[in-house]
């Protein structure tokens, strides 16, 4: 099948597209205690997880830094965790560690194969096959062929984790695949972070604004790197944040690159570089910066002092993290 291009600029973004999401890895959770093991690992509230409604989730190590971010789904058999390649390595390793202690079988969903699209004929095809599209954002559709979740920010579009036949069938009838990229400057648009072998390991979910993002239950009780998350929130100890940044140009980083801010005559250190995607005419950036960083300051690589950013509105508003009422141990 043909292969669109990158546009040259975000205002250039197809309206009707379809990714493979290589970059992406998916696990495949099994057994009689998986909700109760996943409880006790993830950020979200594994008990509200259907068939109807996905989560987003951090899983953490004990002092609450993130391994992944996953998007956490169910076909009512298998609960399925679609991760990030580059970083999903370290989460596995940790989950296994632990469910040793518990009725649990996790292995990588290598039966499936993971695509993102958006537009009428992808909409049509979802439902043809799974009867009806997802309601609202998080939501999905499944059957024994797959799920379906929909994505309401930037725009309405689709992760579908399919059979290889039924993926197929999807790209002979979807438009012509796009380079996997586009998926990623739509999630830094969105202002989702993704993790890779790099930053696995380094941030607290909301240092990458995962609380704004509705992937932190605040009262579900204990699980890993509770503790340190909920202490982040509820004693406003969180000095760093997401942002978008943009710059003119094709300046191709790296995640963990990175960023300096100018102080006086001066750059010092002011950020890491979480995802980059550098189309022909600018370059799109979701990074982690102090949390005060002001609309109008201006950021440049260390590695391309030449390349200057700009902040971005973010598409959501960050939680004030002043309420100290419910500190949970």
């Known amino acids: 099948m043909t292969e669109n291009y990158l546009p ?8 009707e597209y379809l990714v493979k999401l ?10 009689p205690d998986t909700t109760k093991y996943l409880q006790g690992q993830l950020t979200h509230d594994v008990n509200l997880l259907s068939r109807q409604r996905s989560l987003l989730a951090c899983h953490c190590e004990f002092k609450g830094k993130t391994w992944d971010i996953y998007t956490v789904a169910t076909d009512g ?30 292995t990588p969903a290598e039966d499936y194969l993971l695509l993102g699209g958006s537009g009428e004929s992808v909409e049509q095809w979802i439902t043809e096959h ?4 997802p309601e609202k954002d998080q939501g999905a559709v499944c059957n024994s062929q797959g799920v379906v979740i929909g994505f309401d920010s930037p725009h309405r579009r689709y992760m579908l984790l399919l059979k290889p036949d039924l993926a197929e069938d999807l790209m002979r009838q979807a438009p012509p695949l796009s380079p996997a990229p586009l998926w990623n400057l739509i999630d830094i648009q969105a ?11 380094e941030f607290v979910p909301q240092m ?21 998350v909920a ?32 102080l006086g ?34 950021l440049r690589s260390k590695e391309q002092p030449d390349t200057h950013f700009k902040v971005q509105p973010l598409p959501y508003t960050l939680e004030a993290e002043s309420d100290k009422s419910a500190l949970g141990g």
């Open 8 to 15: 040259e600029s975000a205002k250039n973004l197809p309206g």
């Open 22 to 31: 290589e970059d992406r890895a998916t696990l495949k959770v099994s057994g």
């Open 77 to 106: 058999d298998n609960n399925f965790l679609i991760g990030h390649r580059g970083a999903v390595d370290k989460s596995l390793e940790q989950l296994k560690k632990y469910a040793v202690f518990s009725q649990v079988e996790i």
């Open 130 to 133: 799974f009867t009806s599209l």
């Open 191 to 201: 202002g989702i972070a993704s993790l890779n072998a790099d930053t696995s390991g």
């Open 208 to 228: 990458m604004n995962m609380q704004a993002l509705d992937a932190i239950n605040f009262s579900k009780g204990c699980y890993m790197g509770q503790e340190v």
């Open 231 to 262: 202490r982040t929130k509820f004693l406003g100890k969180n000095k760093r944040a997401a942002f978008i940044l943009k710059a003119e140009g094709h300046r191709a980083l790296k995640p963990g690159d990175i960023l300096e801010k100018q």
């Open 265 to 298: 005559e001066n750059w010092r250190r002011g950020g890491t570089v979480l995802s980059c995607v550098a189309l022909a005419k600018e370059t799109w950036v979701l990074a982690v910066l102090a949390n005060d960083t002001a609309a109008d300051e201006i």
